[in-house]
């Protein structure tokens, strides 16, 4: 078993379409949980990052982590073509430095 | 601010040769970071670094990958006798580092450096 299991896609949503993302994990020592968007051929680029449980909003995305049930979300909120991207999510144990491990990314295509 | 910079952002090589893949951190950042990326697949931890020390390079493949960050320059890693196996996209990232400092773990990273070997 994966320690992060995200689906890979792909995910095709109109434009304006509230879009939301998941990854599960199984190390309860995650404590850092980011969403990296990455589009094709380029590098990541972090949206946001969350430390512990919670909800963060940043503009039109919100990240949640739920730490009791190893789960995390982002949700896109009036989606637009520009969003279409691959999504990452990664997490870190601060034991281990700033080794993330990531999930292997949802594509998101967001249609006119 | 140049962001992370890498090069060669593609790059080819016949079975057997050399591979050398460089990477200057943000400015301000003395840790970098080197992942791989294989195609449908997520990044992979290879290695961190931090000037003219290796901390962690336990997601390294144990022969033919090296890597440094020395005291003047940018990071590099090496690859020898590359195999086709070896195609990929390698990512290198950067942070500040300084633990307890809110985002300090955040990495940035660059475009990725492309290999092909044929």
């Known amino acids: 078993q994966k320690e992060v299991e995200q689906d890979p896609g792909p995910l095709s949503v109109p434009e304006g379409a509230i879009v939301s993302l998941n990854c599960t994990y199984s190390?309860?020592?995650?404590?850092?949980f980011m969403w990296y968007r990455q589009y094709s051929r380029k590098g990541p680029e972090l949206l946001m990052y969350t430390y512990s449980s919670g909800n963060k909003e940043d503009g039109r995305f919100t990240a949640q982590v739920d730490k009791s049930s190893k789960y995390i979300s982002l949700f896109i909120r009036d989606s637009q073509p520009s969003d279409s991207a691959t999504y990452l999510c990664a997490m870190l144990n601060t034991g281990t430095a700033s080794k993330l491990t990531f999930g292997t990314g949802t594509r998101l295509q967001v249609t006119l | 601010n140049a962001g992370v910079m890498q090069n060669p952002r593609h790059l080819v090589r016949r079975r057997g040769q050399e591979a050398r893949l460089r990477c200057s951190p943000m400015k301000g950042h003395s840790h970098v970071y080197w992942y791989r990326q294989l195609p449908e697949e997520g990044l992979k931890f290879m290695v961190y670094?931090?000037?003219?020390?290796?901390?962690?390079e336990s997601g390294m493949p144990k022969e033919r990958f090296s890597a440094e960050f020395p005291k003047e320059g940018p990071s590099i890693l090496r690859i020898q006798q590359v195999v086709r196996g070896d195609s990929a996209a390698y990512f290198c990232?950067?942070?500040?580092?300084?633990?307890?400092?809110?985002?300090?773990?955040?990495?940035?990273f660059g475009a990725g450096s492309r290999l092909t070997v044929l």
């Open positions: 190390n309860s020592a995650f404590q850092y």
């Open positions: 990232a950067s942070s500040p580092g300084d633990r307890g400092v809110p985002g300090a773990n955040v990495l940035t």
């Open positions: 670094l931090q000037k003219e020390n290796i901390i962690d």
